[in-house]
T-cell receptor
Framework: AQSVTQPDIHITVSEGASLELRCNYS??????LFWYVQSPGQGLQLLLK??????LVQGIKGFEAEFKRSQSSFNLRKPSVHWSDAAEYFC?????????????FGTGTRLQVTL | DAGVIQSPRHEVTEMGQEVTLRCKPI?????LFWYRQTMMRGLELLIY????????DSGMPEDRFSAKMPNASFSTLKIQPSEPRDSAVYFC??????????????FGEGSWLTVV
């Protein structure tokens, strides 16, 4: 069965520092890959997605993610974190079925930013 | 576009009462999803529809839960009777179909349900 692992439950970084959030997946074939962000009391907002092509994907708010097939990973990065980035981040996968995408979410990583 | 619209945003109800959550998907989207988010279980897919037809309801926890989509612009998730363990955030989401590209799912802001 497919699964998504976010090994870090909680991460604290200083404002201005770089950030990397880890995501590993277990799937029969390379799935579609997503990162979502959820601010406190809010819904989920899509940061970026990988379908095919260039393995380095640019998203909104200065985030990027790199797909590494050999490691079954899709880690999220940001060169310089802002205090407003404090939120919960979810990695998600969906099958390349050609029809509906049933997202399977990781358990999330809560990011705290210190000033 | 207005995005996925959910109502109510917050609801507090007593155990045993019926709860109805509503969703308006993004116009033109063919798929509609209901997710539930809890601290213990994270984000779970409850049910999804394609062109108003329920496709997979295997995530619906039990018979107390039901979902309908009478038309392309409206869906409901009903809990009857409600129980305290149903307290969660319920998200509606919608998605277009783009074969060969995969689907990006857009989420509403959620309905925060508390059953006391």
């Amino acid at each position: 069965a497919q699964s998504v692992t976010q090994p870090d439950i909680h991460i604290t970084v200083s404002e201005g520092a770089s950030l990397e959030l880890r995501c590993n997946y277990s799937y029969g074939a390379t799935p579609y890959l997503f990162w979502y962000v959820q601010s406190p009391g809010q819904g989920l907002q899509l940061l970026l997605k990988y379908f095919s092509g260039d393995t380095l994907v640019q998203g909104i708010k200065g985030f990027e993610a790199e797909f590494k097939r050999s490691q079954s990973s899709f880690n999220l990065r940001k060169p310089s974190v802002h205090w407003s980035d404090a939120a919960e981040y979810f990695c998600a996968v969906a099958p390349r079925a050609g029809t509906a995408s049933k997202l399977t979410f990781g358990t999330g990583t809560r990011l705290q930013v210190t000033l | 576009d207005a995005g996925v619209i959910q109502s109510p945003r917050h609801e507090v109800t007593e155990m045993g009462q019926e709860v109805t959550l509503r969703c308006k998907p993004i116009s033109g989207h063919d798929y509609l999803f209901w997710y539930r988010q809890t601290m213990m279980r994270g984000l779970e897919l409850l049910i999804y529809f394609n062109n108003n037809v329920p496709i997979d309801d295997s995530g619906m926890p039990e018979d107390r839960f039901s979902a309908k989509m009478p038309n392309a612009s409206f869906s409901t998730l009903k809990i009857q009777p409600s129980e305290p363990r149903d307290s969660a955030v319920y998200f509606c989401a919608s998605s277009p179909v783009r074969r060969g590209w995969g689907n990006t799912i857009y989420f509403g802001e959620g309905s925060w349900l508390t059953v006391v």
